[in-house]
């Protein structure tokens, strides 16, 4: 599970389709008829930009949303030098950006203060109006960084950054402008959203906490070198106990009593702890029956799915057609405001 509660988090690569119907996103309506026959101006050219701590993904997406192509590396912003992202950007997307009227738009950590250059937070209730007023403009009219957004709970703040591209995109090819949104990873974030506009969020940092219990702790002196499969009975029996303990600081040793009296076989600790650290959240946050939209890698929204549908709760899984899609529906505010 590495840092990201378990398995290998490979990106699933999956395209986007426009479709024909209208799609909602609150405070608009997005449409297939993108050619120039609902009365505007056909869509740019649009260049789609994910730019991670360790990756980087970019996207050739065609005016009805779908994507023409894909390509990725290891170039993420901790590689770059901090006057190398434009060289960076070339290598990946080059050939792409030299075709005329080219709109370029880039989400994810190349906005942080690590990055490119800082977009700030854009604060919430925040929708696609919002994070286009705020953009952060590399190369004015043509290269843009996406702004994260920004919330506050009694008075301490929590952040995010790309994560709210994958939100709005998710909600976009569902039709969708309201609902839970969960998504997994080295930190989950948990958000509301209402009327086309995140609301509130709340971030877990149970893949970290995860990372550190499977290495560093006393646990690890009794887990196996390597995750393996999903063992999905441990899971669940981690995920139960979880809610049944009350607290992670309270369930944790489990892992090593288990394995003390031969209660849990070695090959599926991973699994149990898995669902230890999965269930606290879903402890926290997972109070109420309403479906959930999950957004993320396909090993760790099945996790979720799992977990969640042993409470009783739907779900709706994406995995990186809602950042693209996202990014395209952001183009489609720039043009249309």
Not at 47 to 61: E, Y
Not at 141 to 160: K, N, T
Not at 167 to 181: I, M, N, P, R, T
Not at 208 to 224: G, M, V
Request: hydrophobic share 45%; charged share 20%.
């Amino acid at each position: 599970m590495d840092s990201r509660l378990g398995g290998n988090d490979e990106v699933p690569v999956v395209l986007a389709q426009a479709g024909t119907q209208e799609i909602s996103t609150g405070h608009f309506l997005l449409d297939s008829r993108l050619r120039g026959s609902d009365g505007g101006s056909p869509m740019n050219p649009l260049i789609a930009i994910d730019w991670g701590t360790s990756s980087l993904r970019a996207a050739r997406i065609a005016a009805d949303g779908s994507v023409r192509e894909e390509r990725a590396s290891d170039r993420g912003i901790l590689t770059v030098p901090p006057s190398g992202f434009p060289d960076a950007l070339a290598q990946i997307a080059g050939d792409w950006l030299a075709a005329p009227d080219t709109l370029c738009l880039i989400s994810g950590m190349a906005g942080s203060r690590q990055g490119w250059q800082e977009a700030p937070y854009a604060p919430c209730p925040a929708g696609f109006d919002e994070i286009a007023d705020a953009l952060s403009w590399v190369e004015p009219g043509r290269v843009a960084l996406v702004p994260g957004l920004c919330c506050e709970h009694d008075g301490v703040p929590d952040v995010m950054r790309g994560e709210e591209v994958q939100v709005f995109g998710a909600l976009a090819l569902q039709g969708a402008s309201e609902g839970l949104l969960v998504l997994p990873g080295t930190h989950s974030k948990w958000v509301r959203v209402q009327g086309g506009r995140v609301t509130t969020f709340a971030t877990c940092m149970s893949g970290e906490f995860y990372a550190l219990l499977r290495s560093q702790s006393i646990l690890a002196r009794t887990l196996p070198a390597e995750d393996g499969p999903l063992d999905a009975q441990a899971f669940l029996r981690g995920v139960r106990h979880a809610r049944a303990a009350g607290s992670l600081l309270a369930s944790a040793f489990s892992v090593r009593t288990l394995a003390l009296f031969d209660a849990l076989p070695a090959a599926a600790q991973p699994s149990y702890l898995s669902g230890l650290v999965i269930g606290e959240e879903l402890r926290l946050h997972a109070n109420d029956a309403q479906p959930v939209t999950l957004v993320g890698s396909a090993t760790l929204t099945e996790r979720y799915a799992l977990a969640l549908a042993d409470l009783g709760i739907a779900t709706h899984r994406f995995g990186a057609e809602a950042t693209w899609r996202g990014l395209w529906a952001l183009a489609r505010t720039l043009q249309r405001s």
